[in-house]
């Protein structure tokens, strides 16, 4: 059973940072993309960022100049760091990846960026 976990969220002021963090584990075989999206209340989920197994990323959105990705394929794992966050960055985010050739999602992590 493959599952991921985010960890990371919480309250942040406007103008600051977070680091989300995203775990893959179980019987793994290959992992060919990780990424993460976000769902804000009465909005469709949106793609925040990607990265495929090589060095190749997506930036995706209004987050795309505040937001860097990064993995560590040896540890299965995939860090989202989030600055100058603003107020309608408040969502939940969700790490996904595909995970030998399917694709999984985690339960998602709470953000919340006051004004």
């Known amino acids: 059973q493959v599952q991921l976990v985010e960890s990371g969220g919480g309250l942040v002021q406007a103008g600051g940072s977070l680091r989300l963090s995203c775990q893959a584990s179980?019987?793994?075989?290959?992992?060919?993309?990780m990424g993460w999206y976000r769902q804000a209340p009465g909005k469709e989920r949106e793609l925040v960022a990607r990265?495929?197994?090589?060095?190749?990323?997506y930036y995706a959105g209004s987050m795309k100049d505040r937001v860097t990705i990064s993995r560590d394929n040896a540890k299965n794992t995939v860090a989202l760091q989030m600055n100058s966050l603003k107020p309608e960055d408040t969502a939940v985010y969700y790490c996904?990846?595909?995970?030998?050739?399917?694709?999984?999602w985690g339960q998602g992590t709470q953000v919340i960026v006051s004004s």
């Open positions: 990265l495929t197994t090589g060095i190749e990323t």
């Open positions: 179980g019987s793994i075989f290959s992992i060919s993309v």
């Open positions: 996904n990846a595909v995970i030998n050739y399917r694709e999984y």
